[in-house]
């Protein structure tokens, strides 16, 4: 069960720790999903921290998540590079993979900018497809805010515009004028670590999904239970299962082409430089 003071109390440790590292004022944070972590070489005046140099940051045990956090400024704006980001399957306590959301909260952020890996459902999504998440389905039926309420945190979050609708408006138009391909749609969260059945894909098709994944849906909802807007993006690495003749393999998904991690980097980039909240 969830003590909301010790939590509160951990994030505040985690928080000194940074603060003793660096006193950069964080606008925005960026979560990099598996394979994208290049645009955090691309900060500058880094300071770069072990996430095991943060006090109870769960321990990260996936490969393609550094798990670093990286502060600076990106197109001249603050922001913090989650690098570490925490999945359900590897076993840490539901709430932990809200922690990263909850520190960048406490850090002050405005904004969250969830980035993941993701296998295409819509037939149209294929592999090097950017997809700018409208809304989720959480077929995991599992949630991060289950327990007491946290600190700063509703009971019941609205769930209504997950994926802050003025926020995407601003997304689309730097696609749009960067030119930048792109397509929209509904991402499903399973808890993984399996990956999915053909069945089970072809019924995610039909409740309406286009992409399906094993990350960014709990932090969504972290982020709605404490009010902080958030926008999702989906890499497409590869067509979700039964909808291609080999079987799925992690080593796929971390080798996104390096053409779409420039665009995909692109579109932050201009997202960090124009967008406001
Ligand atoms: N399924 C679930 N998660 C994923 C996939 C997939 O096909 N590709 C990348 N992450």
Redesign the pocket.
Known sequence: MTDPALDAQQTAEAVAAIRAQTDLQPDLALVLGSGLGALADDIEDAVVMSTADVPHYPASTVEGHAGRLVFGTLEGRPVMVIQGRVHAYEGHPLRSVGFPVRLAHALGVQGIVLTN???GINPAFGPGTLMLITDHINLSFLNPLVGAVGEGEVRFPDMSDPYDETWRLQARNIAITQKIPYREGVYVW?S?PS??TPAEIRFFARAGADA???STVPEALQAAALGLPVLGISTI??P??GLQDTP?DHAD?LEVGRNVRDRLATWVRGIVAETRL
């Open positions: 890996a993701a296998g399973t993984g990956y999915e399906v994944g094993m690495t590869n979700a299962a799925l998904v």
